[in-house]
């Protein structure tokens, strides 16, 4: 859950709004920051999720609001383990993480005998989104 800045600091895991174009709004993008020379980066797990949605927002965007957390799942744990009011140890993370993944098998499970092709592709993404675990690491 920790990462070491350039500085040599810790940096730690935030949810932070993103501004693109000026316009647009993107909360709850979880972020390392340090405290001692305040650079921040966005989390690699996200990255491919956040550019992406910038990809589709295209060069001239309107105004507008997003929750990062509605579209990927590790801004939706960080929400749920809210990470900003207490730091979350490791181990309630990675409980966390358990609870969603055992989630969206019975959905998953659930799609496939319904046959639901769209369900069962999205629920894909989800499990992958949250089967990189690097995090932990
Ligand atoms: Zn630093």
Redesign the pocket.
């Given at each position: 859950m920790r990462k070491t800045?350039?500085?040599?600091?810790m940096?730690t895991m935030k949810l932070r709004t993103v501004i693109y174009s000026g316009k647009v709004e993107i909360d709850n993008v979880p972020i390392f920051s340090?405290?001692?020379?305040?650079?921040s980066e966005v989390i690699p797990e996200v990255k491919p999720d956040l550019t992406g949605l910038i990809a589709r927002l295209g060069a001239e965007p309107d105004k507008q609001t997003f929750l990062f957390n509605e579209c990927n799942e590790w801004a939706d744990l960080l929400v749920e383990a809210k990470v900003n009011k207490k730091p979350p140890e490791p181990q309630d993370v990675e409980a966390l993480i358990q609870q969603r993944i055992n989630t969206l098998l019975d959905l998953y499970l659930l799609a496939q005998t319904l046959g639901d092709e769209a369900w069962i592709t999205e629920l894909n993404k989800r499990l992958q989104q949250l089967s990189k675990r690097s995090l932990l690491a």
């Open positions: 800045c350039h500085c040599g600091e940096m340090c405290a001692a020379c305040s650079r």
